[in-house]
């Protein structure tokens, strides 16, 4: 080989090496902006759930029918009152909540779904109930109970007196239905040094050291993250692995422990979409990225009437306490000037279905 076809292979190979490298780069930094983006997403949707569970902890809690419940030691008037509280949220919001009372001394006292465990005692599942108990002060956390959730803790005080904890629980599955309508895959894994008081998980799948916790968890997705080493994924945040990228984010409790982890996956087919719109990608991440520092700058008071529908809050007048009655009374005085005549009709139709009225409407 001549001296001149030398240095052209040598020349070819280094552009091919640098072409490679820089594909390669970008790629790489194209799914690090994905995986900020996909994180600040899952960001506002936790934190969407959190403030939607402390809310209505908070109103129910002060229910004063339910308080009387309470002590009077009545557990099937409990359950009927969040049963039916349950089911209005579901009604006219969607939102699928589970709710229950659990007595000062630790045992399930009415549960609005069924009240099969009532009697049980959740004191060895749940020691972040002490601190709610010792301070009088909600909590409001990821908690690692019989299963991995996120659980909206209010102490209820009648008369100066501590009667009992109301809870608002919510498992995975609105955060799995928000993700799977952009084609993105979730898993939720605990911490198996969990695995003794997550007693309802004992039969779910396994990754390493780590309990599949959300119900709607892909089969195929679990397989696939056996074969990664979860340490990798870890620290670097995201990882490829038979054409699907899988991306990572701690799970932390009251006391900022990492009890388990996010994984959101997405295909390198839908990546590739993303690729498409990468210029508004680049404008979402600046957004996304002022978020995050707002975030933690700012620490918003959660107030447990302001995000709510008017629909919502119209349901809500009739079982909230007098000076919060007063409050939302007030706000739909203003909110419903923006009405018609016909929408106001059929607001008071949808609320109060069973009334009859008479009359002429004016």
């Known amino acids: 080989m001549k001296l001149y076809q030398k240095y052209l292979a040598f020349i070819l190979m280094v552009v091919i090496i640098l072409t490679a490298y820089f594909y390669i780069k970008n790629e790489q930094e194209?799914?690090?902006?994905?995986?900020?983006?996909?994180?600040?997403?899952?960001?506002?949707?936790?934190?969407?759930?959190?403030?939607?569970?402390?809310?209505f902890?908070?109103?129910?809690?002060?229910?004063?029918?339910?308080?009387?419940?309470?002590?009077?030691?009545?557990?099937?008037?409990?359950?009927?009152?969040?049963?039916n509280y349950m089911k209005t949220l579901e009604t006219?919001?969607?939102?699928?909540?589970?709710?229950?009372?659990?007595?000062?001394?630790?045992?399930?006292?009415?549960?609005?779904?069924?009240?099969?465990?009532?009697?049980?005692?959740?004191?060895?599942?749940?020691?972040?109930?002490?601190?709610?108990?010792?301070t009088l002060?909600?909590?409001?956390?990821?908690?690692?109970?019989?299963?991995?959730?996120?659980?909206?803790?209010?102490?209820?005080?009648?008369?100066?007196?501590?009667?009992?904890?109301?809870?608002?629980?919510?498992?995975?599955?609105?955060?799995?239905?928000?993700?799977?309508?952009?084609?993105?895959?979730?898993?939720?894994l605990l911490d198996a040094k969990y695995e003794k008081q997550a007693v309802l998980l004992d039969k779910n799948p396994r990754v390493s050291n780590m309990i599949v916790a959300n119900e709607g968890a892909n089969i195929n997705h679990i397989k696939i993250l056996k074969k990664i080493k979860l340490q990798t994924l870890l620290n670097h945040g995201f990882v490829k692995k038979d054409k699907y990228v899988f991306f990572y984010k701690s799970i932390l409790n009251a006391d900022d422990e990492n009890i388990g982890s996010f994984i959101l996956i997405l295909s390198e087919k839908r990546l590739k979409l993303f690729s498409a719109?990468?210029?508004?990608?680049?404008?979402?991440?600046?957004?996304?990225?002022?978020?995050?520092?707002?975030?933690?700058?700012?620490?918003k008071k959660l107030s447990p009437y302001n995000s709510l529908t008017t629909k919502e809050l119209l349901t809500l007048k009739n079982c909230a306490r007098n000076q919060d009655r007063v409050y939302i009374e007030q706000k739909l005085s203003?909110?419903?000037?923006?009405?018609?005549?016909?929408?106001?009709?059929?607001?008071?139709?949808?609320?109060?279905?069973?009334?009859?009225?008479?009359?002429?409407?004016?």
Request: aromatic share 12%.
């Open 30 to 55: 194209f799914e690090e902006k994905v995986h900020s983006v996909l994180i600040n997403l899952l960001n506002k949707q936790v934190a969407n759930e959190k403030e939607k569970a402390f809310n």
């Open 57 to 83: 902890a908070l109103a129910l809690s002060q229910n004063e029918t339910l308080q009387k419940a309470i002590t009077s030691n009545d557990a099937e008037k409990s359950y009927i009152i969040l049963r």
């Open 92 to 134: 006219f919001s969607g939102t699928q909540l589970r709710m229950q009372i659990v007595s000062k001394d630790y045992t399930i006292f009415a549960r609005s779904w069924d009240n099969a465990d009532a009697g049980v005692n959740v004191k060895a599942n749940r020691p972040d109930l002490q601190k709610v108990k010792d």
């Open 137 to 188: 002060s909600p909590h409001l956390s990821f908690v690692a109970a019989r299963r991995l959730v996120l659980i909206a803790s209010i102490p209820i005080v009648r008369d100066g007196e501590f009667i009992a904890f109301l809870e608002v629980i919510q498992k995975f599955g609105e955060l799995e239905r928000y993700f799977s309508n952009y084609g993105i895959g979730l898993l939720v």
């Open 277 to 299: 719109f990468e210029t508004e990608l680049d404008t979402f991440f600046t957004y996304a990225r002022k978020d995050i520092y707002n975030s933690v700058s700012i620490k």
């Open 334 to 362: 203003r909110e419903l000037l923006f009405y018609t005549k016909d929408e106001l009709i059929s607001f008071l139709l949808d609320t109060s279905p069973k009334n009859i009225s008479r009359g002429k409407i004016k």
